[in-house]
């Protein structure tokens, strides 16, 4: 028995966006473990981007907001983002102790 032609087109677009929804998943985990690797490691400035473009696609994920808002501190030109950042997820318990510390930093270097 042969599939008519309308379900071969349903099938196969099935099957593509299985694809396409299992490979984007694969980036994204890629995408995390390197602006991870990079904040461990304090390379703020260089995991900014990372955390920016993750921050875009899942604005309420409060550890997203948090190192967003901690490497927009050190990416001076962005420091002005840091507070809005910092201030949404101060009082989570997600959230390390470590953001008091940098809140601190980021009123001070806005003049707060």
């Known amino acids: 028995m042969e ?27 890629d995408e995390i473990k390197s602006a991870d690797e990079l904040f461990f490691n304090e ?7 990372l955390f920016k473009e993750l921050h875009r696609k899942n604005p309420r994920n409060p550890i997203y907001t948090y190192k967003l808002g901690v490497c927009s501190i050190y990416a001076l030109e962005k420091k002005e983002e840091s507070l809005p ?15 008091h510390f940098y809140l601190a930093r980021a009123y001070m270097l806005n003049y707060k």
């Open 43 to 49: 390379n703020y400035v260089e995991a900014y981007p």
């Open 85 to 99: 950042l910092l201030e949404s997820v101060v009082n989570n318990s997600e959230i390390p102790k470590e953001i």
């Open 3 to 29: 599939l008519k032609t309308p379900y071969k087109k349903r099938i196969l677009t099935a099957l593509l966006l299985c694809f396409n929804v299992c490979f984007s998943q694969v980036v994204i985990t």
